[in-house]
Every structure is written in C-alpha cells, then in structure tokens.
C-alpha cells in the first residue's frame, strides 16, 4: 500500500510546518530509500505521496481554479465505473458533489483526503472500517462512512496523538468526539 503525509496550518505557521514537512519527507526517505512520488505546498498545507514497492501509486492531484488538492492510499471503487489511479476524477466529483456525496458513492479499501482551497479545510474519506487508515479510527459519521472535517485527525496522523487545544482543553472537546476526531 502506498502512504501519504499531510500537514496543514495557519498561515502564520508556514515555517514551522515547512520544517516539519521537511523532516517527515527526510524520515521517509531514511526508512524507505524512496523519494515522494508527488508533492504539493500551498501557503496552508503540506502534501506528499509515496507509491507502493512495486511503484504503482496515485499522486497529489489539484484543481488550479479552486487550490483544491487530493490524495489517497488503497484502493477504492466509484460507483459510476472509476477506481484507483483515477484520483483526478475523484476530485473533480468532489468539487461537483461535495464529500458526502462522493463518500457514499465509495467502496473499497482506502483512505482519501481533500483540501478545499476555497476554505482551506481538510476531510478525510474512509472505507468502513478504517482499514486502509492504519492511524486514525474514526467514529460517528465517518463510521457510517461519512466524510468528516479533519484536524485532530491530520494532526493523529502525522503525530500519533490527537492534539490538545491552546486554553487545554481535550481533544474529544476539541473535535467533538470521545476519542478526539
């Protein structure tokens, strides 16, 4: 299975995120003795994709009129035909539908993100059980495969710990939910 990584931030975070990006891309390439297979930086967020061993894998795909970006891991199937390695596709559904839609519309083995440039959010789509996920389980709605809004789980991604606000509160006030995203 490939992998991705994802950072987002505010804008008067750029450097720190940058940093970080830098050194998540470096971890990788250290553990794995590859280079990303694609990468997108937007004033708001930091994307790599690292394709499978045998070098299939999807890249980042955008959409230059919105910034709107997506990638993916797994593999999913679209209801109307399209399946993995047509992520373009899968953006350009989101960008007519949005998420709920194109997360009802999915089947498969997958975990997908999609950041909006128009309001600089993040979503994570997953299969029903999270499996391709490997780091964030996700209740509620996403377990009833639903599209949710994202932070905590970026952060649990790239950190392995959802992320306490700035006043402490916990991350299931946070992010509305027992486990924190």
Known sequence: MGSFLALVS??????ERARLFGAGLE????AKSREPSGTLEREWASVATFARLN???????SDAATGAWLIGTGTWFHRSGPRSGEEAFLLER???AGREELAN????????LIGDGRSREVFAITDLVPSASG????TGAAAEKRAVQSECALHALVTGRAR??????SPAARCGGPHGG
Do not use: C, D, K, Q
């Not at 505010?10 to 450097?15: D, G, K, Y």
């Not at 070098?55 to 795909?61: E, N």
């Open 105 to 112: 519309e999915l089947e498969g083995f997958f975990t997908i």
């Open 164 to 169: 306490r606000g700035a006043g402490g509160e």
């Open 55 to 61: 070098g299939s894998g999807a890249p980042v795909v």
């Open 94 to 96: 989101y960008l007519e």
């Open 27 to 30: 971890t990788f390439r250290n």
């Open 135 to 138: 780091s964030v389980p996700m």
């Open 10 to 15: 505010s804008p008067e975070h750029r450097a």
